[in-house]
């Protein structure tokens, strides 16, 4: 098994069951026999969550009914999120969380609380599901509905003041059960089904690919458009993105709005000419997959070149994004010049930077060089992992970004609901 960031594990035995009840009784097998298991969805998650190291891989694959109504969806945890879209598209709706890759599956969207493009104005998988079906490590089939308070004690923890956080399990008293399953990446229940809240489809979407001479240029039009109502979409890449992509700026913003007044009303100091505007929604998903083909295209070329992906998921509170935006470019320019990208979620002060090694060296410095960066995040009151969790690969981040007693906290929520620690084993607890 190999998710998209090139992580590899190896299963003992693999199992693709066909009903909850199935699901129920191999983890009850497991649980009696302290057999560890891993959840897999579409392996299109970064962190290595889905990735075994030995025990069960259990494949969700069958559970992909889909029924669209009014306002909601019922979906199995194996149905795309771009059989998702087309469906709720058919009825004059959508899903608003949107982590770019349609590939991923409800159920690994809801396991990472994925967010992505549109969150800013939406929020991440979380706010988004109404109800959820779920498996315990022993086999108990439970179904929760939003607001079902947790029957034991949670302790609060201080959570960062961003927009957006995936890192750990975001504990609160009363909070409800939804938000504990939602996030904990396969390590506290397997997610069978969801009833997933749909919107209308807004009459009009414009969107644009603007170009900035810039980054201080694009950083300001950023601050000018956040509060606008209409947009639901900003979107960030630099120089050596656009680069990658073929396009020559120093920056670029990807908007979506539902006006088009606004849009075409923009008046910002340093928007080159060359800027794209959309003329038809073909042209919009046009923009939205030369967005998409860049982690694609990062992705691929650290693979071919032997490495894993080596890519940042720290957000920071939005005052900060100015000053983790500018320490990401000094640091990386001076490390790693012309060998790294900055790109992604702005409107959430949420951007990946990656680096591209070319050398085993470079690698090792690079996975240093994160760890600083994350400090540095988490300094500026941020978050460890925004959107893709922390999985196998990242689990060293935790520490970084909370004290021991609060992970204590986090393995005893854990040990409570699975104690003989089946589930995503080697995930999140290092
Ligand atoms: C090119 C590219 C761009 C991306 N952009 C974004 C982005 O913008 N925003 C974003 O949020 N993510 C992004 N991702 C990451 C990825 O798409 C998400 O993390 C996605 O939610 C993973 O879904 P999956 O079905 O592939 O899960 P998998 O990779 O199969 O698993 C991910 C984790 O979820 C667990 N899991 C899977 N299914 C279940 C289940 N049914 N029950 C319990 N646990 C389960 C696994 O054990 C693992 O820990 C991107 C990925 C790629 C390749």
Redesign the pocket.
């Known amino acids: 098994m190999r998710?998209?960031?090139g992580y590899t594990g190896h299963a003992d035995r693999e199992f693709s069951p066909a009903t909850p009840h199935e699901l129920a009784a191999l983890l009850a097998e497991a649980h009696d026999a302290c057999t560890p298991v891993?959840?897999?969805?579409?392996?299109?998650?970064?962190?290595?969550?889905?990735c075994p190291h030995g025990g069960w891989l259990i494949h969700?694959r069958q559970?992909n009914q889909l029924v669209v109504e009014r306002g909601r969806a019922l979906a199995g945890?194996?149905v795309?999120?771009r059989d998702l879209n087309e469906a709720a598209a058919r009825t004059g709706q959508f899903y608003a969380?949107?982590?770019?890759?349609w590939?991923?599956?409800?159920?690994?969207?809801?396991?990472?609380?994925?967010?992505?493009?549109r969150?800013f104005r939406y929020g991440?998988?979380r706010r988004h599901i109404l109800s959820l079906d779920?498996a315990f490590a022993d086999g108990t089939l439970r179904r929760f509905r939003r607001g079902e308070a947790i029957d034991f004690n949670v302790p609060a923890i201080a959570l960062p003041a961003t927009t957006k956080n995936?890192a750990g399990y975001p504990l609160a008293p009363g909070m409800d059960w939804i938000d504990l399953?939602a996030g904990?990446?396969?390590?506290l229940?397997?997610?069978?089904e969801a009833e997933l809240q749909l919107l209308p489809t807004p009459p009009v979407i414009a969107a644009a690919v603007l170009f900035f001479d810039d980054d201080a240029a694009a950083l300001d039009a950023v601050d000018a458009c956040r509060p606008e109502p209409s947009l639901r979409m900003l979107e960030y890449l630099d120089r050596n993105s656009l680069g990658l992509l073929g396009e020559a700026a120093g920056a670029a913003l990807i908007v979506e709005s539902t006006s088009e007044e606004w849009l075409h009303a923009l008046d910002l100091a340093g928007l080159r000419d060359d800027s794209w505007v959309a003329q038809s929604p073909a042209d919009r998903e046009r923009f939205r997959a030369f967005r998409?083909s860049?982690?694609?295209r990062?992705?691929e070329i650290v693979r071919r070149n032997g490495f894993q992906k080596l890519g940042s998921d720290f957000a920071v509170p939005l005052e900060q994004n100015r000053a983790m935006t500018a320490h990401y470019h000094a640091t990386l320019t001076r490390e790693f010049p012309g060998q790294y990208v900055l790109f992604?979620?702005i409107g959430d002060a949420h951007l990946?930077a990656n680096i591209l090694p070319e050398t085993q060296e470079q690698d090792a410095l690079g996975r240093e060089l994160m760890l600083t960066l994350a400090r540095h995040a988490v300094a500026l009151g941020g978050t460890v992992s925004?959107?893709?969790?922390l999985?196998k690969r990242k689990a060293n981040l935790l520490p970084i970004q909370y004290p021991a007693a609060v992970i204590d906290a986090m393995r005893a929520v854990k040990l409570r609901l699975d104690p003989h620690g089946i589930?995503?084993r080697g995930?999140l607890f290092v």
């Open positions: 998710d998209a960031s891993t959840i897999a969805g579409s392996a299109t998650g970064v962190t290595g969550g889905c969700t559970f945890a194996a795309t999120l969380p949107d982590p770019t890759e590939t991923a599956s409800v159920g690994g969207s809801i396991a990472t609380n994925a967010s992505g493009s969150s991440a998988t779920a995936t399953i904990s990446e396969g390590t229940a397997v997610v069978v998409h860049l982690p694609e990062v992705n992604g979620h990946h925004a959107e893709h969790g999985g589930l995503g995930t």
